[in-house]
């Protein structure tokens, strides 16, 4: 059973910084790809940013280059979302979001990815 747990949401003005770590009990060696999603009040899952296990190599949603950054430590079982210059259309629920015993799928696709954490609240007031 692999467990995923997010922690460092919160509230934040807009213009302002936060970051997100999500922790895995299972170890990212035997995972292929992780990744943050948003989910809005009313609106659907979206991926934010993701970050290949065998490469590093990530990649970011349109609303999230150049603001955001995801990062991975593999010895930690550990993943980050170093998000700056937040907008007010950042608010949501923010779930990490990861890939073991099978092949990275499409980033974007929530069915890509076989753990979800429970979670953590975002919101960016102006």
């Known amino acids: 059973q692999v467990l995923l747990v997010e922690s460092g949401g919160g509230s934040a003005q807009a213009g302002g910084s936060l970051r997100l770590s999500c922790v895995a009990t299972a170890t990212f060696y035997r995972a292929s790809i992780m990744a943050w999603f948003r989910q809005a009040p009313g609106k659907e899952r979206q991926g934010v940013a993701s970050?290949?296990?065998?490469?590093?190599?990530?990649l970011y949603a349109a609303s999230a280059k150049g603001r955001f950054s995801i990062s991975a430590d593999k010895n930690k079982n550990a993943m980050t979302l170093q998000m700056n210059s937040l907008k007010d259309e950042d608010t949501g629920i923010y779930y990490c979001?990861?890939?073991?015993?099978?092949?990275?799928?499409?980033?974007?696709?929530?069915?890509?990815?076989?753990?979800w954490g429970q979670g953590t609240q975002v919101t960016v007031a102006s």
């Open positions: 979001a990861g890939q073991w015993g099978g092949v990275a799928g499409e980033w974007l696709s929530p069915t890509s990815y076989s753990h």
């Open positions: 970050i290949s296990l065998h490469g590093d190599s990530a």
